[in-house]
T-cell receptor, first 113, second 116 residues
Framework: DAKTTQPPSMDCAEGRAANLPCNHSTISGNEYVYWYRQIHSQGPQYIIH???NNETNEMASLIITEDRKSSTLILPHATLRDTAVYYCIVRVASGGSNYKLTFGKGTLLTVNP | DTGVSQDPRHKITKRGQNVTFRCDPISEHNRLYWYRQTLGQGPEFLTYFQNEAQLEKSRLLSDRFSAERPKGSFSTLEIQRTEQGDSAMYLC??????????????FGQGTRLTVV
């Protein structure tokens, strides 16, 4: 799987949008971008994933650049409960080890009141 | 759907003792995974089951570690002769598979092991 690069930490004011960047410059055409988050002392939680197009669900939006070398996770109205470590993961679409998630150190997002 | 359940949540053991953890996946999920997480690091893959078959074991899984999923439902992870370096959070996850894109995995709350 391609490696990802994320800033170690970010701050965001409560109620504002949180934009978390991820670089994956070596991503292959058949690899998806996944985002998970981990709130302190809990297991990771799936947020969203995408291949080429931007995606949105009830939790967040995922913006993938046209060349697919980077992406941004957007939490539109961050709350204190969004304080967590956010992991950007690239995973092959099918076959091979596509069942496996390779976590980096992620970005610690701190939402401040 | 009650989510992925792990038991116990916390375990303190003396070095050299054996410990066993249990994971109950989401009922219809055929895939089950174990990960380990140490402080300040992201989770690391340990092993993977599809139904009852263990299809991959990481190099992190030394011969003191054994995992089973006897009926393709719950799974156990046993660590024999525990060492202080085994202290970590052990996470279980499950998913439906195979599927293009890789179905998202749902994680349990983890078992935190402390070896003293």
């Amino acid at each position: 799987d391609a490696k990802t690069t994320q800033p170690p930490s970010m701050d965001c004011a409560e109620g504002r949008a949180a934009n978390l960047p991820c670089n994956h410059s070596t991503i292959s055409g058949n690899e998806y971008v996944y985002w998970y988050r981990q709130i302190h002392s809990q297991g990771p939680q799936y947020i969203i994933h995408g291949l080429k197009n931007n995606e949105t669900n009830e939790m967040a939006s995922l913006i993938i650049t046209e060349d697919r070398k980077s992406s941004t996770l957007i939490l539109p109205h961050a709350t204190l409960r969004d304080t967590a470590v956010y992991y950007c993961i690239v995973r092959v679409a099918s076959g091979g080890s596509n069942y496996k998630l390779t976590f980096g150190k992620g970005t610690l997002l701190t939402v401040n009141p | 759907d009650t989510g992925v359940s792990q038991d116990p949540r916390h375990k303190i053991t003396k070095r050299g003792q054996n410990v066993t953890f249990r994971c109950d996946p989401i009922s219809e999920h055929n895939r089950l995974y174990w990960y380990r997480q140490t402080l300040g690091q992201g989770p690391e893959f340990l092993t993977y089951f599809q139904n009852e078959a263990q299809l991959e074991k990481s190099r992190l899984l030394s011969d003191r570690f054994s995992a089973e999923r006897p009926k393709g439902s719950f799974s156990t992870l046993e660590i024999q002769r525990t060492e202080q370096g085994d202290s970590a959070m052990y996470l279980c996850a499950s998913s439906l598979g195979p599927s293009t894109g890789g179905a998202e995995a749902f994680f349990g709350q983890g078992t935190r092991l402390t070896v003293v």
